[in-house]
């Protein structure tokens, strides 16, 4: 794996590279200085593609990674998905834009000029200890660390006195969690 030098850009505290996998794989990935994690956008080879999050070594979580086998939705996952804390807004659209152009050129496609890049509602809660209640409101199901956005799933990796049939990563349908 090799850097390309030209494509790595800095938003504030946040980095994003580029990296060669080889002829036709890449990875780009953000860092954020400020939470030391990083999630990257691998294309391992045609039509499979590979979202990886890794936590600073501080928090002790270990990494989390999801499979795609088409590149838009693995994209929108990374998207969906980066760090944002402490982040200015501007900062994060530019680097985002960045990451846009980096996945265009990198899959061959036209250059997108005006991507909408809406900020997920639950995007700046990753990596933050949540409660996940019941759809009324009224009773929490579970609390834990928010690890990552799956459509319209969160995926919590629960506190152990919250744990239910030893399941230790959980998935919830919610667009809503509540920050601890």
């Not at 006195?161 to 919830?172: T, Y």
Request: contains cysteine.
């Amino acid at each position: 794996m090799s850097l390309i030098e030209a494509s790595t850009k800095e938003f504030g505290n946040i980095t994003v590279f580029l990296h060669s996998l080889g002829s036709f794989c890449y990875r780009i990935e953000w860092y954020s200085k400020m939470t030391g994690t990083s999630i990257s956008l691998a294309r391992i080879k045609k039509g499979k593609y590979i979202v990886i999050r890794k936590w600073a070594a501080i928090r002790g979580l270990t990494d989390v990674s999801t499979e795609f086998d088409r590149a838009n939705q693995a994209f929108i996952h990374l998207l969906n998905n980066v760090d944002v804390v402490k982040g200015k807004d501007d900062l994060i659209v530019a680097a985002k834009q960045h990451c846009v152009n980096l996945f265009a050129k990198s899959e061959g496609l036209k250059p997108i000029s005006k991507p909408s890049l809406p900020k997920p509602r639950l995007q700046g809660a990753i990596g933050k200890q949540v409660v996940v209640k019941s759809r009324l409101g009224n009773s929490q199901i579970a609390q834990g660390m928010l690890l990552q956005l799956i459509g319209n799933q969160a995926e919590i990796q629960v506190n152990p006195e919250h744990i239910e049939a030893g399941q230790l990563r959980q998935k919830f349908y919610t667009k809503q969690v509540f920050i601890c």
